[in-house]
C-alpha cells in the first residue's frame, strides 16, 4: 500500500511544483491542487451516488426475494441475478469508486504532510515553509482558526453524506454509533489540525468546502434519480 501511495503522491508532487511554478504561493498552490483533485474524483462521486440511489430503489425487491427464499439459497441467489439484470444494477458498482479514490487521497495527504519526501524541486523544499495570511510556517501547525474551520467544514459535510446513506437504507438503519460519529469525527479532525501542519489543513478544509457542495449536487442527481422512477412506475 505505501508503495502505491508513493506512486500517487510523487507525480502529485509534480503538479503542485508546476502549479507554484506559475502562481509563486504554496498556500494558493495547495488550494489550486485541492480543487484538481476533488473535480478530477468528482465523476466517481456522482457514480457513487447513482449506484447508491439505485440501490435504495431496488431494495423491496431485494428483501421481498430474500423473505420468499429465505430457506433456499440457490434459489434466492438466481432469483437475485435475475433481479439485478432486470435492473442495470451491479451490486459492486458503488465499491469501486470508493477503491479508486482511497489510494489517491492518501497520495494527497502523504504529499502534504510530508512534502520534502515527495519534492525533488529545490524551489519547493523553500516554499512549504512560505507564510500564507495570518500563518507565518506553513510547515507548522496552525493551533486554533483552521483546525476550528476544519471541524465546522467536516461536521457540515459528514452530516450531510450521513444524511444520504440514512435516506439510501432507512434512518432507522443509522445506529448509534454512525450517530455519535457525526460529532467525534469533526472533533478529532480539528484536534489532528492542531498538530499537522498547516498545509495539510487547508488542504482538508478546503476539500470539505468542496464536498459540501459536492452533496448539494448530489442530493439534485439522487432527486432526479428517484422522480425519474417514480414517473416510469406511473407510465407502467
Known sequence: MQTIIGAIAKPLGLLIGAIYGVVGNYGISLIILTLIVKFCLYPLYVKQIKSTTKMSAVQPKMKAIQQKYATDKEMMNIK?????KEEHFNPMSGCLPMIIQMPIIFGVFALVRNPLLYLSDNQMLFAVHESFLWMTDLSQPDKWILPIA???ATYISFSMTQQQQSDVGGAGNMGGMMKMMKYFFPVMIALMARSYPAGLSIYWFFSQVIQI???MRM??????????????KKKK
Open 150 to 152: 476544519a471541524g465546522v
Open 213 to 215: 457542495f459536492f452533496n
Open 80 to 84: 437475485m441475478s435475475e433481479l439485478y
Open 219 to 232: 442530493n439534485k442527481i439522487r432527486a432526479e434519480i428517484l422522480g425519474d422512477n417514480k414517473g416510469g
